[in-house]
């Protein structure tokens, strides 16, 4: 019977002995696997929670703003000064340009219509100063008829009137004339 004991302890032995061969072959087999694997996908991979950049960071900001068209850099990619990082769509400026231009050639036409303004009121006041100059004339006249008798009381108002309403007439013009020059002051022409 011992016999036999040993000869059973000798069958669970190998068979012991067999399950731990296989099991450590498995374990070996899984140490490689994951050595390949670390070796192929994980060894170049870093992981970190407080590493540094080796370089400067820089907020940047445009100086206009538009919708971005083209992008010329990569994350992480190293720049110079001056480099273009991006490109803006440039269609709002062309036409904010094209506006401007037509609010300049509008504005440049209201210069020379008031410059026009100017040289007719000038025009116009050296009409009415020779009006003027005629109505005091008249009024000159009528002062020595008047004196002699030649003429009535209702004559000389009438000269009077004339004059006065041509001094007026005269003096709304001069003074429309220098609020039109007055417009024009520093203005290129």
């Known amino acids: ?56 960071q820089v907020m940047i900001s445009a100086q206009v703003s538009g919708n971005v068209r083209q992008i010329k850099v990569d994350n992480m990619d190293f720049v110079h000064a001056g480099d273009v990082l991006l490109v803006l769509d440039d269609t709002d400026l062309k ?17 020379e219509q008031l410059g026009f303004t100017v040289k007719q009121l000038q025009a116009i006041l050296n009409a009415k100063l020779t009006a003027l100059n005629k109505a005091k004339g008249d009024l000159q006249r009528r002062e020595q008829l008047a004196k002699t008798g030649s003429i009535d009381k209702e004559s000389l108002q009438h000269a009077k009137e004339a004059v006065a309403l041509a001094e007026a007439d005269w003096q709304a013009t001069q003074n429309q004339l220098a609020a039109n020059q007055a417009l024009l002051k520093g203005l290129p022409l």
């Open 95 to 111: 036409l904010n340009f094209a506006q401007a231009q037509d609010n300049l050639a509008s504005a440049v036409r209201q210069i």
């Open 1 to 56: 019977m011992v016999n036999m004991m040993t000869e059973t302890e000798h069958k669970t032995n190998k068979k012991r002995k067999k399950a731990l061969a296989y099991f450590v072959t498995i374990l070996l087999i899984l140490a490689v696997i994951a050595g390949l694997y670390w070796f192929f996908f994980v060894r170049n991979y870093e992981e970190t929670e407080d590493a540094y950049v080796a370089g400067n």
